[in-house]
């Protein structure tokens, strides 16, 4: 109590300062110093030769040091040992001695102090708890309020969204919905115009028609409108009123009631209710209930009789081919009408063309003068010839009223002579159109005077490629769209072809210029050298394209861009009601530029690009891919890997990913819809391109044998087709015969790809050894045999199975390979087949002969290639013997 404080205060000073008596007696009564001060030890005297600790900079570690008697400084780095005297004598010297007074220990003070205790700890105890309960109420009302703000933000964002989607779809309705109306107003008022133009011609008999068919179109739809509305009306008064699908007895009671249904495909069936009727008048005396006819159809499963409204998943593709089976018939028979009005054109243009023959020698008739001088300048370019024919036909007209036809072909003659001015070609040709039109009016025209000998002349001049005078042909043609048919596109792409003939032809440039730069033509801020560029870029671009389209082989940098869509086999777990849905849409083939790895010499890896696979439906990460430089692909994790599988062209160009286990397809992104319910079958019907993807795996599927197969566990991989694709093809090719409308054309580029011979690098190949390389139809298996080199298909033509392994021998000279599944045994020179074994076992057995007889295909030979030896000791494989030059003959 006697210490002072930082400020040199002590309690009984300050408490008598401030006047503080009751403190003041306090510390008197209860605190006393002892009189006896310590002795002063400044005056004593102190050990010179102790140890004094110091502080060593360049170790950064205290020291000690002490000076000896010698004058030395004497230094450690160990403490020195403790003087227990000294430690007693500075305790005794650094406290001053306090005496407590203690009152005397009575029981009643003890008490009253050990209560004073307890109720302080009571209280302490108590605050603690109301301290505690306060945080876990505040925590609590925290929590709900948080909770009510999430709620509400929730709800909000909810509306809105909900908002959002509805204000979008009437949107978009009210878009849709004044398109329409824009489209009826056109049609309408295109409609208005061609009567009053009909009825101003005295066409009465074409406008009488046209207001029948207007009649009866409008009749049909309106009664097909009807007829569905009526019919959807029904069927939601049925699913209404009857009992719930659920119920097995009274739906079974109802099939048995349909009768036989109406049609099958599958295992699913589709009955209408109460039966289906054969003819019209049970059509009519049949009602469901007495009130309404119960065409509404259910659809049931053939086994387990389960019935339900909605129709089974894999119906719908099969009613969408029958829509585009219609569609295709319908576009067939309106082109079959469109061939034989130009069939007709063509006959009538041949007749005038035949005839121009033998207007040479009656120059005298007006017609045959036309005639004859139009075939002079279309079709033999005598240009010189054609002058004066032109000049007699121009008096014999400036005697009576413009002709039409003369002065179209006049200034046709004259623009491509380049005789006269481009202003005074237009007046011909405006005084042609005025001439046409009075005679439209008049009703002494139907059509223009230029339609056959546009198509007798200048279309088959054109068609004609031996023809002479390709650049003149095209030339003509593109002067008589532009200016008698006004079809400048068209003029624009034939004049295009003209200059690709003849780039030099200043007649032709100038001409074209007018074409693009004239106002009353295309007036285009261009000229005829960037068309002719343009032109040429867009045809290297096309066959770019097309070549790219033949090619088998992708780049890792492609598949790293593509997204597949992932679907196991039939048996797989996602099979549905026979139809292989998708397992996961976001498969993709992720690598790095940097981590491509080609494989180096002496490397064993068959891979010489890697990456990671993501999307896939295990949903584990780790999984990697590899791939080889030609189209063999393997993924899994390693080193148990997944079988391996091909990477080829689809029959749409696209790309396709197979093993023995799945199949990916690359496929776009699907649209969005604005239903948040979406599903992907609705996304199936709106997305044509996905429903193409996988139209042909849709039914039962089949093994076939792939092109190039890699082998898993010795056996080729195989793929799933479906078995009514032959019937398909059978139809198609059997239609094909019959009409071009069916017959599909092959790319420019892939025909020209199946004219040229195939060549394959192979490596050197030593004696008794044997190598696979990847040839057109699959392997080729090329060995070296005696001294010589021999290339034939490494796939048996029985079973389609791998040769690759197969016995190869030499007797009398001659080498021959057998199949080591069922011991065919083929000519490794010619590829003829020896020895043909008909069971499937490989066993000339007649009881299992008779059982297998019709498994694999009939007796064939495999393919024989010719190898050429380089200089280096590689191989070529060729499809065509190798040519020999006469100088080395």
């Not at 109306?181 to 009909?198: D, K």
């Not at 495999?862 to 070529?876: C, F, H, M």
């Amino acid at each position: 109590m006697g210490k002072k404080n930082f400020e040199g205060l002590t309690p009984l000073g300050v408490a008598q300062m401030n006047g503080n008596e009751e403190i003041v007696n306090l510390i008197k009564d209860n605190y006393t110093t002892d009189d006896s001060l310590s002795n002063r030890d400044w005056d004593e005297e102190f050990n010179a030769d102790g140890w004094v600790e110091v502080w060593s900079a360049e170790r950064q570690k205290p020291e000690w040091e002490r000076r000896l008697a010698n004058g030395q400084v004497e230094t450690s780095t160990t403490p020195p040992p403790v003087d227990y005297q000294l430690v007693l004598k500075a305790r005794q010297k650094c406290s001053q001695p306090v005496v407590r007074r203690i009152a005397p220990n009575s029981s009643v003070m003890m008490f009253e102090r050990q209560r004073r205790i307890q109720q302080k700890r009571l209280d302490l105890v108590l605050k603690e708890r109301q301290q505690l309960v306060q945080e876990r109420c505040v925590i609590k009302l925290q929590a709900l309020f948080r909770q009510r703000k999430a709620r509400q933000a929730s709800l909000h964002l909810r509306a809105q969204t909900i908002a959002a989607n509805r204000i979008k779809r009437r949107l978009k309705s009210r878009r849709q919905q004044k398109r329409e109306l824009a489209c009826i107003q056109l049609q309408s008022f295109f409609r208005m115009n061609s009567a009053r133009v009909y009825y101003k011609e005295f066409l009465r008999e074409r406008l009488s028609s046209y207001r029948a068919s207007r009649i009866l179109a409008c009749c049909v739809q309106r009664l097909w409108r009807g007829f569905k509305g009526r019919s959807n009306f029904r069927r939601h008064l049925e699913i209404t009123t009857l009992s719930n699908p659920a119920d097995h007895e009274f739906w079974v009671q109802l099939q048995i009631e349909a009768g036989p249904a109406k049609r099958e495909i599958g295992v699913y069936a589709e009955y209408i209710l109460s039966g289906n009727p054969k003819t019209w008048r049970d059509r009519n005396l049949i009602k469901r209930h007495g009130k309404y006819y119960r065409d509404v159809s259910f659809y049931a499963n053939t086994i387990t009789r389960t019935a339900s409204w909605t129709k089974p998943k894999g119906w719908v593709f099969n009613d969408n081919d029958a829509k585009e089976y219609y569609a295709l018939r319908v576009q067939t028979f309106w082109r079959a009408r469109v061939a034989k009005r130009k069939i007709n054109l063509l006959v009538k243009a041949n007749k005038l063309l035949t005839n121009t023959f033998d207007s040479e020698r009656n120059t005298s008739d007006i017609i045959s003068l036309c005639n004859y001088t139009f075939y002079v300048h279309v079709r033999l370019h005598d240009y010189e010839k054609a002058r004066p024919l032109y000049a007699k036909m121009m008096n014999y007209m400036e005697m009576r009223v413009d002709n039409a036809f003369v002065l179209y072909s006049y200034a046709i003659f004259a623009a491509v002579s380049g005789e006269r001015d481009w202003e005074e070609m237009k007046d011909y040709v405006r005084r042609a159109k005025l001439q046409e039109k009075r005679r439209r009016e008049s009703g002494r025209l139907a059509n223009s005077a230029y339609d056959i000998s546009s198509t007798a002349f200048y279309l088959q001049a054109v068609s004609n490629e031996n023809s002479p005078g390709g650049s003149e042909n095209w030339h003509n043609y593109a002067l008589c769209l532009m200016l008698v048919q006004h079809d400048l596109p068209s003029a624009r792409k034939s004049f295009i072809r003209a200059l690709q003939l003849s780039p030099h032809n200043k007649t032709l440039i100038s001409n074209f210029n007018v074409l693009l730069q004239d106002k009353e033509y295309l007036g285009l801020p261009t000229t005829v050298h960037e068309e002719y560029r343009k032109a040429l870029s867009r045809k290297q671009r096309y066959f770019e394209q097309e070549q790219d389209a033949t090619r088998q082989s992708i780049s890792p940098r492609e598949l790293n861009l593509l997204t597949f869509d992932f679907r196991f086999w039939i048996g797989q777990p996602t099979v549905v009601d026979e139809r292989i849905v998708s397992a996961s849409k976001d498969i993709r083939f992720l690598n790095n530029e940097e981590e491509h790895q080609v494989v180096e010499e002496g490397n064993e890896d068959w891979f010489s690009y890697r990456g990671a696979l993501t999307g896939h439906p295990c949903r584990e990460p780790g999984i990697e891919w590899f791939m080889n430089e030609s189209s063999i692909i393997q993924w899994g994790f390693r080193p148990n890997l997944w079988p391996k599988g091909e990477i080829r062209r689809t029959e749409l160009w696209g790309w396709e990913i197979r093993n023995p286990n799945v199949v990916m397809r690359a496929i776009d992104p699907l649209p969005s819809s604005d239903d948040d319910n979406a599903t992907e079958e609705g996304n199936d019907l709106n997305n044509n391109s996905d429903n193409r993807l996988w139209k042909d795996l849709i039914d039962s599927l089949e093994n076939v044998p792939m092109r190039n197969a890699p082998e898993v566990n010795g056996y080729p991989v195989t793929a799933e087709l479906p078995r009514s694709m032959k019937t398909a093809l059978l139809s198609v090719s059997f239609l094909a015969t019959g009409t071009q409308a069916f017959v599909a054309t092959l790319p420019r580029a892939k025909a020209f790809t199946q004219l040229r011979a195939t060549t394959i690098d192979c490596p050197a190949v030593g004696e008794g050894e044997r190598e696979i390389v990847d040839g057109p139809h699959g392997p080729v298996l090329v060995a070296k045999v005696a001294g010589s080199y021999y290339a034939v298909d490494a796939t048996c033509p029985h079973l389609n199975l791998p040769m690759k392994k197969g016995k190869i021998e030499v007797n009398d000279g001659k080498a021959t390979i057998t199949c080591n599944f069922h011991n065919s045994c083929f000519d490794m020179k010619t590829g003829k087949c020896d020895q043909w074994v008909t069971g499937a076992l490989g066993v000339e057995n007649g009881f299992l002969s008779g059982l297998m007889n019709k498994v694999g295909s009939e007796k064939n030979d495999i393919t024989a290639y010719y190898v050429t030896e380089k200089g280096d000791g590689s191989l070529i494989v060729s499809s065509e013997a190798p040519r020999v030059d006469k100088s080395e003959e």
